[in-house]
Every structure is written in structure tokens, then in C-alpha cells.
């Protein structure tokens, strides 16, 4: 049990700490994220980037979905 704690306790420490920088990670990405979007080859090429909604669309006028996934706003 001893050598549990032991384990642990670092453990649960480092979750702690982790927290508060993860969210300050997320917020730079979202705003990584949203001026990727603003880029004028995104926002003129009319791209959907709600995959949902390109779901729908592309079910609704009977095409295919060309999808490519990235991470380029990633740290």
C-alpha cells in the first residue's frame, strides 16, 4: 500500500498542475484555429468545415464529401 501512495501521489500532482496549462493550450489553439479559417484561400474557397452540416448537404444534393483532416494549427 505503501509503495501505492507513492505512485500516486506524483500522479495526482501532476493532474493538478496540468489542468490550468491544458486550458491555456486550448484557448491558443482555438485562435490558431479561427485565423486559419480567416486565411483567404479557406474563406474564398467556400469550404464547410462543420463536417455535420457537409453531411448534410452533400446527402441532401447527392454528392460525395471530399474531407481532409489537419492539425497545421497545432502547437
Known amino acids: 500500500m505503501t509503495i501505492t501512495r507513492h505512485l500516486l501521489a506524483p500522479a495526482l500532482l501532476g493532474l493538478a498542475l496540468a489542468a490550468p496549462a491544458a486550458a491555456q493550450d486550448q484557448t491558443d489553439l482555438q ?3 479561427e485565423a486559419k479559417l480567416a486565411d483567404e484561400f479557406v474563406s474564398y474557397g467556400g469550404w464547410i468545415t462543420d463536417y455535420d452540416q457537409a ?3 452533400a446527402k441532401e444534393q447527392g454528392k460525395l464529401i471530399f474531407t481532409y483532416f489537419t492539425r497545421s494549427y497545432s502547437p
Open 31 to 33: 485562435a490558431k484555429y
Open 55 to 57: 453531411r448534410k448537404i
